[in-house]
């Protein structure tokens, strides 16, 4: 089987409206970010008047100082709306600008249809949405479809929600559960735009999802609809999950870094899933952050899942902590057990996206590419890119480059010319991380 075709129902956008786009240099951008938080706010007193616990003990345990709970009319739908929208806003995208919606949640309104379609309808966008279930996890899988939903040209615009009322999912009476979550919303709108494979382009460099599925029992809800004996309530196993959480999270963490071949230095923001203070506090140190660089927001919010991260990143952005272009890493870990992250930022990618090498590959080639050429043309050799975006130029007749190190221009002497080819040469030398050798004559 060659070729296979795959349809699906109804479409309400004509198909024009989401036609390919070319691959080349298409990243996933941020445009903008939006939150909703319920009016209603529990204080820690408040709830050590109904269970055995106490403002001292969640604080300590959790820096959890209080928490948004939703009232009947705040729901799921509801709050992903209202998120939905200020993201639209801030992108100053209109709603015929979405190709697609994805709603990450565990409390959606209905078993079907999906929030993601309740919120369409709200907003009047066309396209198409589904639900996606991954716990705390959601939104970092729910963006990681949106950025290959964008990269493969199926869509241009997508809105990514995280949206959760865990209030109607808690065991009240369990304290070792009932402190840690709140209700909430967060929303970003992700565009497909197009990089000049400079530096100066912004995006989505990496995702990186994991799920343990032999973890599920320590953390869950014991029953859904397809269990109507029964409604089903969140049971934790707290310790475990801690212990998975910082391991997990700092892994996971690691391996974006990696994939990007950034330092740990590098990252401006760390935006984590906000489910405890002592696990944020604990990645931030594993990774060399000081505190100001990390977003908090589980003070104020508490747990809010799947729309954690959104919330901490559209609040950080709104207060102008967070900045166009700077690099943001993301990460959550939830009930699955699921884990992942996301980092966002402005870098090259012209080798990652033409040549279709790993980043890390694509940076390690880079880094040797531009070694090579700045011998080269020290020692007065000549070089010729193709298809990698122009190297030498003409000026006064004189062909010159331009040292790609030191951005010095140095004449270039009409004898050989070194080739890169890296479509059809560089791909299949990189696993040696040898050069191509060929030489050509000048033209
Ligand atoms: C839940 C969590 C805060 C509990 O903290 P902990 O230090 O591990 O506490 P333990 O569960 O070991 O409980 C210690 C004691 O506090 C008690 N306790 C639990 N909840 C309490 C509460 N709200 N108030 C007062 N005491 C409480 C326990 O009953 C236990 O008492 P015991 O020693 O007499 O049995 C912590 O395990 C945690 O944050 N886990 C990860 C949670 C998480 O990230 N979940 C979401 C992932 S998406």
Redesign the pocket.
């Known amino acids: 089987m060659d070729q296979v075709l795959v349809a699906s129902g109804l479409s309400q956008q004509p198909a024009e409206a989401v036609a390919p786009v070319a691959v080349t240099h298409v990243r996933s951008i941020i445009a903008g970010m939006g939150g909703y938080l319920p009016e209603r706010i529990v204080t820690n007193a408040e709830l050590a008047a109904s269970v055995?616990?106490?403002d001292a003990?969640?604080r300590e345990?959790?820096g959890i100082s209080q928490r948004h709970i939703a009232s009947e009319h705040e729901t799921c739908a509801f709050m992903a709306t209202a998120a939905a929208r200020a993201a639209l806003a801030d992108a100053k995208a209109e709603p015929g600008e979405v190709d697609a919606i994805i709603l990450a949640t565990a409390t959606p309104d209905q078993a079907f249809p999906s929030t993601a379609l309740r919120v369409q309808a709200a907003l009047g966008c066309g396209g198409f949405g589904f639900d996606l279930s991954a716990?705390?996890s959601g939104f970092i899988y729910a963006l990681s479809m949106a950025d290959s939903l964008i990269r493969s040209g199926a869509a241009r615009g997508v809105l990514v929600i995280g949206a959760e009322v865990y209030s109607r999912i808690l065991d009240w009476t369990d304290?070792?559960t009932c402190?840690?979550f709140g209700d909430g919303a967060g929303a970003v709108f992700v565009r497909a735009g197009v990089g000049n494979g400079t530096g100066a382009d912004q995006g989505i460099l990496s995702t990186h999802l994991h799920a343990q599925g032999s973890l599920g029992d320590i953390?869950y809800v014991d029953g859904a609809v397809g269990r109507p004996e029964k409604s089903g309530h969140l049971v934790?196993h707290?310790?475990e999950?801690?212990r998975h959480?910082v391991t997990r999270l700092t892994e996971t963490v690691t391996e974006a870094l990696a994939a990007n071949n950034l330092p740990q230095s590098a990252v401006d923001w760390l935006v984590p899933?906000q489910?405890?203070l002592r696990?944020i506090d604990g990645i931030g140190r594993k990774l060399g952050l000081p505190p100001e660089r990390v977003v908090v927001t589980v003070d104020r919010h508490a747990?809010t899942?799947a729309a954690s991260v959104p919330l901490a990143l559209a609040e950080a952005w709104a207060d102008g902590r967070i900045k166009r272009g700077q690099l943001v890493l993301m990460e959550a870990?939830?009930?699955g057990l699921t884990w992942g992250s996301v980092t966002r930022a402005h870098l090259a990618e012209t080798i990652y996206t033409q040549v279709g090498l790993s980043r890390n590959e694509s940076a390690d080639l880079l880094e040797t590419v531009l070694a090579r050429m700045s011998t080269a043309l020290e020692s007065g050799e000549s070089i010729k890119i193709s298809g990698f975006g122009t190297f030498s130029v003409r000026q006064k007749g004189r062909r010159i480059g331009r040292n790609p190190k030191t951005g010095v221009e140095v004449p270039i002497l009409p004898r050989r010319v070194l080739v890169f080819r890296p479509s059809q040469v560089l791909k299949a030398q990189v696993n040696h991380m040898a050069l191509p050798t060929d030489h050509g004559d000048d033209e």
């Open positions: 055995d616990t106490s003990w969640i345990r959790t716990a705390c304290r070792g402190v840690l953390l934790m707290g310790r999950v801690f959480a899933h489910a405890n696990i747990n899942s870990l939830g009930g």
